[in-house]
T-cell receptor, first 116, second 114 residues
């Protein structure tokens, strides 16, 4: 199997604070990690693609200074929502590509962010 | 951009019945995948069908792909209450190397009533 751990599962924060979300591949090395945002009853919107040791590639319309992505190792990527505002409240999900299984994604369990 | 459209948006059936969900896409693909998402959770990969395949089975799942119509269907046979979830199709663009990013459809919310 391939286990992806995402932490925290939920977070409530005050407006203006920064929140860091971690995505770890526990039993494999992830060549690439992806970060998504999902609104209730909607599909996943890809925010950025993260490769170990290089800068993330952001999708059009996603502010790279707002959503900082760091992929320091083959097993860890982090998404930091900087100066969070209520409109950043959403469900954030990461996924990982595993070598030799490059065509399917393994997902974290998601993080529900609520900004007050 | 989201290129997948799924229908129906919501489907409610009784346990034991079959559930069919459809997905349409716009551009040429390398493969099409189906994922399942339980409420408030991440997605789980169900099945992958390549562009040169027409049908694939996995347990109670049957997936078809019609590249001429740019559409796919997911059939869940003998449904169970535990099948209640959202189901998403996702397409991998044609011509890109493996590991390219997937584009997800809008999803079908399936409710299986006991």
């Amino acid at each position: 199997g391939a286990v992806v751990s995402q932490h925290p599962s939920w977070v409530i924060c005050k407006s203006g604070t920064s929140v860091k979300i971690e995505c770890r591949s526990l039993d494999f090395q992830a060549t690439t990690m992806f970060w998504y945002r999902q609104f209730p009853k909607q599909s996943l919107m890809l925010m950025a693609t993260s490769n170990e040791g290089s800068k993330a590639t952001y999708e059009q319309g996603v502010e790279k200074d707002k959503f900082l992505i760091n992929h320091a190792s083959l097993t860890l990527s982090t998404l930091t929502v900087t100066s969070a505002h209520p409109e950043d409240s959403s469900f954030y999900i990461c996924s990982c590509l595993k070598r030799a299984h490059d065509e399917k994604l393994f997902f974290g369990s998601g993080t529900q962010l609520s900004v007050l | 951009s989201q290129q997948g459209e799924e229908d129906p948006q919501a489907l409610s059936i009784q346990e034991g019945e079959n559930a069919t969900m459809n997905c349409s896409y716009k551009t040429s693909i390398n493969n099409l995948q189906w994922y399942r998402q339980n409420s408030g959770r991440g997605l789980v990969h169900l099945i992958l069908i390549r562009s040169n395949e027409r049908e694939k089975h996995s347990g109670r799942l049957r997936v078809t792909l019609d590249t001429s119509k740019k559409s796919s269907s997911l059939l869940i046979t003998a449904s169970r209450a535990a099948d209640t979830a959202s189901y998403f199709c996702a397409t991998a663009p044609f011509g890109e190397t493996s590991g390219s990013r997937l584009t997800f459809g809008e999803g079908t919310q399936l409710t299986v009533n006991p």
